[in-house]
Every structure is written in C-alpha cells, then in structure tokens.
C-alpha cells in the first residue's frame, strides 16, 4: 500500500487557517518533533494555541474521538493543557511555553515523570465518559504482525519469531489493577515549563495496566538498572518481588519491540514530512533486541 501524506504539507497549514474559532488571526508557525502529525503554533487576538492535524489511524488503533475525551479528562486532571476545539482531524490546545524533555531530561527528572504517571493511573479513569477503550501491547502487535505479513514487508521473515517472544512475554505479566494509561511514553510527550511537569499527546490513552507506562518509561528513556528500581519503589511504594521485575523486564521488551514495529507500520501507512520510519524502526528493534536479550539471560525462555 502507498504511504499517504496525512500530516503535513501545505493542505494542513490551510485547513487550520481556515478553522472559525480563529480571533484577528495573526500568524501560523510549524512545530517540529511529531512522528505522525502536523502541528502549528498559532497565534491571533485572544492568545497562542497549539494546532494538530492528524485523522483517525486504524492501522494504529488511534480514533481522535478516543482522543479528543482522553485530552479533555487529562486537562481536568491538571495534566495537559485546555483543549479548546476537536473536530474533523484538528486538534486545537492552549499553547504553553515550556521545554520538551530529551531522555537525558527525563532520567534527570524521573521522579517527577513517575509521579506524573501515578497521576494519570489515578485520576484519569474516573472522568472518562464514553471512552471504554483498551490498550493491551500484545494484541497490539499481533494485529501489527497481521499488517505486515499481508503487505510483504521486508520483515516478514522475522515475524513467526517476533510472535513466539510476545507470547513469552504476555505470559510473564501478572494481573493488575485496570488503569487509564497514556501509552506513549516518548521523552517529547513530557514538557516543563519552569514550574511545573506536563504530559501531553492521549493518541493511545486507554485502559490497560500500569506496568506498560513504567515499563515504556524506561524502554524509551534509556534507563539503567538504578532507574528501573527507582520507577517502580516509586511507583508501587514497596520493594519489588521477583515476579514483579520479571513482568517488568518482560513488559519493557514488548514496549521496545510495539516502538519497532510501529514505525514498520507507519512506513506503510504514513508520510510524514522530514520523519524516518524506517531508521525509526531500526533504532528501536535494536532496543528491543538488547532488552530481550538481557531478559533471556536472566529469567531463561
């Protein structure tokens, strides 16, 4: 399947200008570091906002509707700034002036990332409203593997294997509390404004368990064994069993292994300009392999 140019360009500049919500409109200024959409600092009489252009991906398992509730409760939970507008594929939230964190930033602040983790666990199921979603990393890349068997991608031969460990792994995970995750723990989706931590992007917030945000904090961070103690002594508030670390380990493996084959899936799907999916995919399956790779060593097949 060709890969569509579903965020960027031209057309998505116009179709935020061409928005009604829009006061005195004065200018509209792209944002680089998404990997999947186009967003616009827009300013005009009434203040700045942030404007994201990005339809609904099945292949994704993303609905902007999901979404667009995800956000809504997030900024009552004091996590992520007001959501002003949601509608046809636009996204429009009030703009804060803050930095994005780098990994290194989150390892230097992961208490306060952990904390913000536990936060949305808490507090987000409870003011979602029509939104029963669930996000469970397994399923997740069963259907992946499903998609790139039936497009011949060049990783087909790697597949049978791929889903032999994903099924290792599911079966290493113990039974949790059901939560509201947010499942997309990159660096960039933390941002601090000089006072306080933000946790933005609810494209796959859902119900699912606590261990795959604390298992992708630390997969897509770059964590070392002191870290990971600290995220779940922090988290959990109590010396982790054995079955816990390994349901971790294991988890951590399946989150850099869905990063992996999300940007396989986005090459098919996606063209996003200036974003790489195929190094993308690369640098996470290398990820992926030495996670695994560890965890083999210490707990066997």
Not at 124 to 142: D, E, K, P, S, Y
Not at 147 to 167: F, M, N, S, V
Request: aromatic letters at 10%.
């Amino acid at each position: 399947m060709a890969a569509a140019d579903t965020t960027g360009g031209g057309a998505a500049e116009r179709r935020v200008r061409a928005l009604s919500l829009w006061r005195g409109l004065e200018s509209v200024t792209p944002l680089k570091g998404g990997v999947s959409n186009a967003s616009f600092r827009v300013t005009d009489s009434s203040g700045s906002y942030v404007a994201r252009v990005g339809g609904d991906y099945p292949f994704h398992q993303v609905s902007r509707e999901r979404e667009a509730i995800a956000a809504r409760a997030a900024f009552e939970a004091g996590l992520s700034p007001e959501m002003v507008h949601a509608a046809d594929g636009i996204m429009v939230l009030r703009y804060i002036e803050a930095r994005t964190y780098s990994e290194a930033d989150v390892r230097a602040d992961a208490a306060g990332c952990i904390a913000m983790l536990k936060r949305c666990h808490r507090e987000m199921g409870r003011r979602i409203t029509g939104q029963g979603a669930i996000f469970w990393v397994f399923q997740i890349l069963r259907d992946y593997f499903h998609t790139l068997k039936e497009a011949g991608h060049r990783h087909a031969p790697d597949i049978a294997r791929w889903a032999e460990i994903a099924d290792r792994l599911e079966a290493a995970q113990l039974p949790l509390p059901i939560v509201f995750g947010h499942h997309d723990v990159l660096p960039t989706n933390f941002m601090h404004d000089g006072d306080r931590l933000w946790l933005i992007d609810w494209e796959y917030g859902a119900f699912g368990t606590a261990l795959f945000d604390l298992a992708s904090l630390s997969a897509n961070n770059s964590f070392e064994a002191a870290g990971e103690k600290l995220i779940l002594e922090a988290y959990f508030e109590t010396e982790p069993s054995e079955e816990l670390w390994r349901a971790f380990h294991a988890m951590k493996a399946a989150s850099a292994l869905r990063e992996a084959v999300w940007g396989m899936i986005s090459e098919l799907h996606l063209a996003a300009p200036g974003v790489d999916y195929v190094a993308y995919a690369a640098e996470y399956l290398g990820r992926f392999e030495k996670v695994h790779d560890g965890y083999t060593a210490a707990y066997g097949r």
